[in-house]
């Protein structure tokens, strides 16, 4: 297993969060998740799984919940059945991520309140016991957040 330094990793990964919400009838957004790190990282979500991401390879995924949480996982290995371990990220030895990761992880949020006059959507990105990696947040049209390394 290769080891990454945190220290020395910069402009890593790009997460880039494409948000569309049907108010109309439905209540769901699309995530879309792209790895644009030289190697290879597993992205995951919650809710929503994970998946194994190679460089520029993107995951596009549905949730309909009000809240949930993305990350990528540095390090796995998993056999075919999805069962395995990651060294950063981990979510309960498997790749489709049905907990939350376990630290260190940079960790994006957000939250689609059902119940707001306002339509107010909420995205951050924190940090939990350590940097891991470069993360942006788009909408379709400009950059919103970002944090990076410098």
Known sequence: MNSISFKN????????????????????ATCNVQNNCSYTDWAAAMPGGGKELKHGQEWVFNTNGDTGRIWARTN??????????????????????ESYGTRPCTLAEYSFPRNQSNNLDFFDIFLLDGFKCSTYRWNSEEPLVSAQKK
């Not at 056999?79 to 498997?94: F, M, P, S, V």
């Open 76 to 97: 796995c290995k998993f056999d075919a059945n999805g069962i395995g371990k990651c060294e950063t990220g981990d979510c309960n030895r498997t790749l489709y991520c």
């Open 9 to 28: 990793l910069y402009f890593s990964f790009l997460l880039y969060y494409l948000l569309s919400l049907r108010l109309a009838s439905i209540h769901a």
